[in-house]
């Protein structure tokens, strides 16, 4: 696997050229205040309301999409994915110039064709592996987060060298930037939300605290037993993987993890993990959840009140009270972005 760093990054491919940034939230504010920071000329294309509000306030210049796009020879969608492809065909495609580079961050859209562009049109990706507030906090720093890239469409001949130089301004040339594919990239990353870090986790982390309560324990025990501490070992593993992690805990934790942890998930689990596979693979994920947007999205607002409403968030607001520090360099500012 190829990895670039900085000094492989044609210096100045962007100069000249106005980039873009669509959308002001997550991705958005880290992208265009990083590549500001980089010497890159950015405008922000975004509709009226309180992104615009934070953009402007941020010292952007940010005019609504279809004006932006006119002005810019890079586009960079960083809208939520399930809106991309409306504002595509009514604010982007119409405004475009002729051999503009068109980029994202995530390959849902070119992947699974709700978007799909003229063949004249310059087509990248530059997803950095990291929400956006940190791809801006690394940059600061004088670090940063590491980023793929992908070229699906090269009519210029020189898309690598933009999406590089792009990535480059983010702060990705600090860290690495690794070469993949708009099917790669997609396919990888929906597996990988769904059934580890975000659909596998919550469910284990609810069916161990539900364990516990259902059992007459404190659920104040089986919050922090079965939530508050995952961040303990996850720190573990993300500083030195599995054995770093095992090495830390006692023998006695060690023992438990590995007899037990087998026995949560087992085949039965792995197997289902490849049903989920094969319905991204085949576009079946992509259209349920196209259609439940269509829809409005019944059952992700139906699931996530219920989400809401389950007793862990109760006694975990209680408990976090507890611990004021967690407050202190909070991740998640709803303020800024
Ligand atoms: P977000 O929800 O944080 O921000 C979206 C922005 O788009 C907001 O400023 C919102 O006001 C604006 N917006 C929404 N609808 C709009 C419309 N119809 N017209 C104009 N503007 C509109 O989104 P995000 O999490 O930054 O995601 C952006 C992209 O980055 C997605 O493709 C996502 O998959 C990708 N991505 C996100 C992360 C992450 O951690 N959040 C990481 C890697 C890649
Ligand atoms: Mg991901």
Redesign the pocket.
Known sequence: MKIYYDKDVKKGALKDKTVCI?????????HANNLKESGVDVII???K????D??KKAGFEAM??AQAVKKADVIM?????E??A??YKN?IEPNMKKGSYLG???G??IHFNQIVPSPDTNVFMV??????H??RSEYTKGSGVPCLIAVQQDPSRDTKEIALAYASAIGGGRAGIIETSFREETET?LFGEQVVLCGGLTSLIMAGYETLVEAGYAPEMAYFECLHEVKLIVDLLYEGGISNMRYSISNTAQFGDLTRGPRVVTEDTKKEMKNILNEIQSGEFAREWMLECKANKPVFTALTRKGEQHQIEEVGAKLRDMMPWLKKGKLVDKSK?
Do not use: T
């Open positions: 669509m959308g002001y939230g997550s991705q958005g504010h880290a294309g975004i509709r309301g309180a992104s615009m934070k953009a609504p999409p969608v960083l809208l939520p994915d809106y991309q409306d504002v604010e994202f961050a995530h849902f859209n997803a950095p592996k990291g929400p956006g940190l791809v990353d972005a």
